[in-house]
């Protein structure tokens, strides 16, 4: 089959890898694939050669009246170019342009709701739009059961099901060196610098656990290092390492990992720590508690003396870190591989065609 994926931006982050890893899945399963995206960016340099590339020039990430305008119609002349079987869409704003674009062909869509409450909390303006295109596509698909128990109570039920995110563990190539030196235990974490992942709270976390190194992997898009330095004081035992595209390959240096957030969908980041046996410490938001529970970590919610407490019980106690380790592993092997997250997809994708037929 002949698939399409859309997505709004190509910045490190776990949309783009999963739209990454079901292309490679796709690929090897001997399927045809391409891309239509923003240029430039991590994704286009991660994507198999075999993967046409639809590089939007008037693509960007904020809503611009004029430029979607234009946007619509190179995706128009994308879809008449390739000719494809499924379109998928990932993000809201994808969402909502490839819809439309694909109109009257909306059987072969597939819209992959990453983090339904960024709509659902945040842009809630855009909810009735959500509700009217649902009928616009053959497929929406949470990516966690969180969101879609959310998507229905909002009235949003048609052709709506569950794919959990994946990896695939062998494509974490563990680095030989740590790009830190420090013999003190170590928290790390992978996020963009922005308010949703509070980087407030991480920096006095760490301000109040000088035992512990704090290593923050990810950049801002609106900061430079020296400019973050100004807005936020930086700790001495924190270092920001801004924007790494391997970045999961030093998970396994790290003693223990953490995701402050005030919305998620289901983190790619804590499911490449869970495949490199480290226990979590996690905000109780969005799908998140169907990765972490006591078994494997610890979800807090959103103030510092939580998260330094869960910080503290496991590192004081090593055999309670060891069961958190490997039950972090099997929870992921049960329900978080690559293999099961293409097979989900590969599912809906056959059942759209057949639809068609």
């Not at 305008?69 to 990932?90: A, G, M, R, S």
């Not at 289901?266 to 905000?283: D, G, R, W, Y």
Request: include cysteine; proline fraction near 4%; hydrophobic fraction near 40%.
């Amino acid at each position: 089959m002949k698939i399409l994926h859309i997505i709004t931006n190509t910045e490190l982050g776990g949309a783009q890898k999963v739209c990454i890893d079901l292309c490679r899945s796709a690929v090897a399963d001997g399927n045809r694939v391409a891309v239509a995206s923003m240029a430039g960016g991590y994704l286009w340099e991660q994507l198999p050669e075999s993967v046409l590339q639809f590089k939007l020039k008037n693509m960007v990430k904020p809503i611009k009246p004029k430029k979607d305008i234009l946007v619509f119609f190179e995706l128009k002349k994308v879809i008449k170019q390739f000719k494809p079987d499924i379109i998928h869409l990932h993000s809201s704003k994808t969402g909502v342009l490839g819809r439309l674009v694909a109109f009257p062909h909306c059987r072969k869509v597939v819209y992959t709701v990453h983090g339904f409450d960024s709509i659902r909390l945040k842009y809630r303006i855009f909810l009735p739009l959500e509700k009217i295109l649902q009928n616009f596509c053959g497929a929406i698909v949470g990516v966690s059961d969180y969101d879609n128990k959310n998507l229905r109570s909002e009235k949003i039920i048609k052709n709506v099901s569950t794919v959990y995110n994946g990896i695939d563990e062998k494509s974490i190539f563990p680095s030989l060196q740590f790009p830190v030196k420090t013999d003190k235990k170590t928290v790390m974490t992978i996020a963009r610098i922005s308010p949703q992942k509070k980087i407030q709270m991480f920096l006095e976390v760490a301000e109040k656990l000088p035992d512990y190194q704090f290593i923050w992997f990810g950049g801002s898009p609106e900061y430079s290092a020296e400019e973050l330095s100004s807005i936020y004081r930086i700790p001495e035992n924190v270092n920001l390492l801004g924007d790494v595209p391997s970045a999961s390959s030093y998970i396994h240096f790290c003693d223990l990992f953490v995701l402050f957030s005030n919305f998620e969908g289901l983190p790619m980041t804590i499911i490449e720590a869970m495949s490199q046996k480290k226990a979590v410490v996690a905000s109780n938001v969005g799908g998140i508690y169907e990765l972490v529970d006591d078994s494997n970590g610890r979800l807090i919610e959103n103030d510092i003396d939580s998260a330094c407490n869960a910080i503290r019980e496991i590192f004081s106690d090593d055999d309670l870190c060891l069961k958190m380790e490997e039950a972090s592993y099997q929870k992921f092997l049960q329900n978080f591989t690559l293999e099961k997250m293409w097979n989900g997809y590969k599912s809906i994708y056959e059942n759209l065609l057949k639809k068609k037929e």
